[in-house]
């Protein structure tokens, strides 16, 4: 469970506790305090963070976020030409991005920008994100944490320097997003588009030759 999740999920759990108590008093108390606790238990469920099986084998990348796979195109990133493969949050998916390869991170840049609804491709060069490059054996890799038009807040929790394994946690975004991953030419994208994806644990590429 991720630790925010108590500052978002208490509140109505006590309100809902305090309707239950004036139920006798109020009509209707009974099932405002029920719709609450309902609200408390969904907000815990959301911030969920379950542990995963990370994939081993050399030369792989795997999915960074729960979701489906809405996009693959290929696409310039730094006057690089390589693969970005987008992935949609849908609100009951778990929202803890995860480290796609092992690598350091040369650097997180954040910007601001719209919350289009997260499906949208104008999301992945106009809405709020995070921009999170690494350097790797295999060559430059970006994660972009991107909000959606209910996600209001990107919250990354690495920082430039750092050095993470595969399937390391990256960060969160709150209710409903995009992740987006670049990853350079030579890499092969064996996911397709519509699958759906577990952050850490899904492979997403893998190139033939390693380092």
């Not at 109020?26 to 719709?35: E, P, S, Y």
């Not at 998916?93 to 092992?102: E, T």
């Not at 991953?181 to 030759?209: H, Y």
Request: proline share 6%; charged share 20%.
């Amino acid at each position: 469970m991720v630790k925010e999740a108590y500052r978002f999920a208490l509140p109505p759990l006590a309100l809902g506790a305090v309707c239950f108590l004036m139920a006798g008093r109020w009509h209707g108390a009974a099932w405002l305090g029920g719709a609450l606790v309902v609200l408390g238990l969904f907000v815990f469920y959301f911030f969920r963070d379950p542990e995963r099986s990370i994939p081993q084998d050399p030369g792989l990348a795997v999915a960074p976020a729960d979701g489906h796979v809405i996009e693959i195109v290929e696409e310039a990133l730094d006057s690089r030409m390589g693969h970005r493969v987008s992935i949609f949050l849908a609100i009951w998916d778990v929202h803890v991005q995860r480290a796609p390869v092992a690598g350091r991170i040369a650097g997180v840049e954040y910007r601001p920008g719209k919350f289009y609804g997260a499906f949208r491709a104008a999301a992945s060069r106009e809405n709020e994100q995070n921009i999170i490059r690494m350097d790797t054996p295999q060559g430059p890799v970006t994660v972009k944490q991107i909000a959606g038009a209910v996600a209001r807040r990107v919250i990354c929790w690495t920082r430039e320097g750092a050095t993470l394994d595969r399937g390391e946690r990256l960060g969160l975004i709150r209710f409903g997003s995009r992740v987006d991953i670049w990853l350079p030419a030579d890499a092969q994208v064996v996911i397709e588009r519509g699958a759906k994806v577990k952050g850490g644990e899904s492979i997403l590429a893998r190139w033939t030759s390693t380092p």
